[in-house]
């Protein structure tokens, strides 16, 4: 194909089938894109005799790639990126003048401690821009990031999909939470005899600081899990459960009242909490301005 043949190519088809490699289904591609279930279908159709493939085959409820739309859509993603990149570095951006609406994805504990002070600075800079919160996590992070739902996340993460940019955003130390009035730091005997709380999504009993005990062959008493940190406070107060968070989210906790924080009786890893982002709005004005103040009020220049 020479460049004159693209003139029968809608570049709207080309995001129809990118939609579709992520959601495998005409119903949920349609409601991503806000378009009807027959224009989906329409759009496939020409995409089918365009690449003169069938593209995709129906497997149950889910729509399977073909091998040839696999190998289409490796070399697709970069070019439409590349094609995004280009736009989007044209126009400009003003904060106080726009209307736009930023889907980003944030973990639990940023949403609960650190969200508040970033959303005071955007209603100032940009009282006209929508903010849509997902919660996410290392696990769920790479997902929303691939089919588009979010633009950008602040997790703890670690795959993420092949056209993600990652930045180190804060190195936190863990902290210990505790309500009782008892002097003094507890020991190690102290903490590991004591019973503990984690905020867990999965709804697991073991975290990051169970992996640092077990390196010195000691380990804690979980009695509760709850999934957010929004409740902790309440749940811990009265109570002789301890809780170990990051400590930005331990500040936050803190200064609600009843609890007081100290530093581990044991030496333990830091958290590095990352943004990332999709490599299709790289460049674009209002992701990069968005992307700066994430940096400004999530980020702690001062621990990496």
Known sequence: MNRNDLRRIDLNLLI?????????????TAEKLFLGQPAISAALGRLRGIFNDPLFVRNGRLMEPTARAQELFELLVPALDSISNAISATSDFEPANSDAVFRIGLSDEVEFSLLPALLKRVRIEAPGVSLVVRRVNYLTLPGLLASGEITVGVSYSEDLPANAKRKTLRRSQPLLLRADTAPGALTLDDYCRRPHAIVSFAGDLHGFIDDELAKIERKRRMVLAVPQFNGLASLLGGTDMLATVPDYAAK????????????????????????????????????????SRLQMFIGDPDSL
């Open 252 to 291: 936050a906790l803190v200064a609600m009242g009843g609890l007081r924080s100290e530093p581990l009786p044991f030496a333990a890893q830091s958290y590095e909490l990352s943004m990332a982002w999709s490599g299709a709005h790289d460049n674009d004005p209002a992701e990069r301005w968005l992307r």
């Open 16 to 28: 129809v089938f990118e939609t579709m490699m992520h959601e495998r289904s005409v119903t949920r």
